[in-house]
T-cell receptor
Framework: EDQVTQSPEALRLQEGESSSLNCSYT??????LFWYRQDPGKGPEFLFT???AGEEKEKERLKATLTKKESFLHITAPKPEDSATYLC??????????FGAGTTVTVRA | KAGVTQTPRYLIKTRGQQVTLSCSPI?????VSWYQQTPGQGLQFLFE???????NKGNFPGRFSGRQFSNSRSEMNVSTLELGDSALYLC????????????FGPGTRLLVL
């Protein structure tokens, strides 16, 4: 069965304090790994798609990387507006997304 | 380009009733997926439709059903509501070829009393 595990569950950062979120996965056939950001009461907002090991994507203070078994979301010099739940999902061979439980990031000014 | 829209945004129902939720995908997208999000279970896949056909289904009871129309708009129906059906129901759309990014709507918040 496909499994996606995110760690840590929660992360409290001081503004400017860089950190990384982890997403490890076990799937039968990876067709892509996705990172989303979700604010309370809203739908997930797309951030990145990664398809193959070694691939990296960047957007403002966020950088996502992918290996054969896990992905990392690096947050560099975070600001309070980066506070959100970050979700990792894997797209498997049968056209569905399997999500991890998410990491809730809180950035204090 | 307009995003994914879902209606209604909020619903309150009582146990035993049924409910229908609607989703309009991004223009040009032919695949619509539905997810249930709860604090305890996270985001769970319900089903996916492409060109009016269900291509995949998650592990939910038969009370949960859906359909897709020729204009790619989709509806999901939950019959005989239970308290545990209270959740945020999310719809996502994509082109439908697989490996593609799914873009989510704002969700419908369902509360079952």
């Amino acid at each position: 069965e496909d499994q996606v595990t995110q760690s840590p569950e929660a992360l409290r950062l001081q503004e400017g304090e860089s950190s990384s979120l982890n997403c490890s996965y076990t799937v039968s056939g990876l067709r892509g790994l996705f990172w989303y950001r979700q604010d309370p009461g809203k739908g997930p907002e797309f951030l990145f798609t990664l398809y193959s090991a070694g691939e990296e994507k960047e957007k403002e203070r966020l950088k996502a990387t992918l290996t054969k078994k896990e992905s990392f979301l690096h947050i560099t010099a975070p600001k309070p507006e980066d506070s959100a739940t970050y979700l990792c999902a894997v797209h498997t061979n049968d056209y569905k997304l399997s999500f991890g439980a998410g990491t809730t990031v809180t950035v204090r000014a | 380009k307009a995003g994914v829209t879902q209606t209604p945004r909020y619903l309150i129902k009582t146990r035993g009733q049924q409910v229908t939720l609607s989703c309009s995908p991004i223009s040009g997208h032919r695949s619509v997926s539905w997810y249930q999000q709860t604090p305890g279970q996270g985001l769970q896949f319900l089903f996916e439709y492409f060109s009016e056909t269900q291509r995949n289904k998650g592990n939910f009871p038969g009370r949960f059903s859906g359909r897709q129309f020729s204009n790619s708009r989709s509806e999901m129906n939950v019959s005989t509501l239970e308290l545990g059906d209270s959740a945020l129901y999310l719809c996502a759309s994509s082109g439908g070829a697989g490996r593609e990014t799914q873009y989510f709507g704002p969700g419908t918040r369902l509360l079952v009393l």
